[in-house]
């Protein structure tokens, strides 16, 4: 099949499909005469791999990671990349939840009405 086709059975634009065999994760495809390039079911299914691990977070290197390690046939190794990302993911939420709290603390500090100033921007400042 050509790139546009493999395109739209991905769901991954063509430059980044070109992007992904420059860097290494997906191989090149065999051209035509016309250097048009064909791919085949093994490219889909490895674009589909590399488009669903960028949907969970995962970084270019950890799927580079995930798919020698699929190449290698060593699933317990792969266990280790995903927690390790799985506990990247709950920093990113506590994090995220400890921001959050923050945000409520100055939208509750802000009372409507007369206020010789703003509480949120003296929070911003560091003055609150």
């Known amino acids: 099949m050509l790139i546009g086709k493999l395109a739209a059975e991905t769901g ?36 589909t791999f590399i488009r669903r691990s960028r949907e969970l977070g995962f970084s270019l290197d950890d799927i580079r990671t995930l798919l020698d390690l699929s190449d290698r046939k060593q699933d317990c190794a792969a ?23 923050a945000l409520e603390n100055m939208t509750e500090a ?7 100033s703003c509480p949120i921007f003296d929070a911003l400042s560091g003055r609150g």
């Open 12 to 47: 991954i634009h063509i430059e980044t499909i070109r992007y992904y065999e420059r860097v290494g994760l997906l191989a090149s495809p065999p051209r035509t005469r016309g250097r048009h390039r064909v791919y085949d079911e093994h490219h889909s299914q490895r674009l």
């Open 79 to 101: 266990r280790k990349v995903t927690l390790r990302h799985l506990d990247d993911v709950r920093g990113k939420i506590a994090s995220l939840k400890r921001l959050e709290k």
């Open 110 to 116: 802000c009372t409507p009405g007369d206020q010789k």
